[in-house]
């Protein structure tokens, strides 16, 4: 099985995006996104041909602790990407369904924990738009998304491990679904 985590760069008053840093030491492969509509959309159309699911994690600066975000939202806001460009306030894509499941996660993993809760909103920016994107254009693929807490708030070797508990998680149920493990 191919499993792709990507993470996002940095971005507003985010100087340090943990996104980027839990991606690039998961353990897996990882792609670092810029926090643009055009990095997304060529990410989207060409970025996961070679696998089979995609965790993408963003940071969600409020959060407390890691969110699993369990629905995609056709929703952007009018919010500037890195590059000034506004794609908002709107659907995503008019044509398409107002919420989409996501299609990673398993329900042993979505269960209040001391270290992660879940969410049915990813939010309106960047974050919910390579979601949604990526869902609806993969549904083939197992597509999930992951928020994270700034490393202030959660220390990064707590957010390490947590990352590592979900994804091995993550491994076992998706080895039970398919023939070959992550």
Known sequence: MN???????P???IAE???SELAKNCGLDYRLLEVSFRAVDEFVETGLEEYDSLLAI????SAKKMTIETVARNEIGAGADVLGEVRGLGPID????????????????????????QSTSAGNYLCNYLFYRAVSSHPSKSVGFLHVPPFETLQKTDQVRILGVIIQALRMLLSEKRPTAL
């Open 3 to 9: 499993f792709l985590v990507t993470g996002f760069g």
């Open 11 to 13: 971005f507003g008053n």
């Open 17 to 19: 995006n943990p996104s």
């Open 58 to 61: 963003g940071v969600n600066a």
């Open 94 to 117: 008019p044509r398409l369904p107002q919420n989409i499941a996501a299609t990673l996660w398993a329900e042993e993993l979505l269960c209040e924990t001391d270290d992660w809760t």
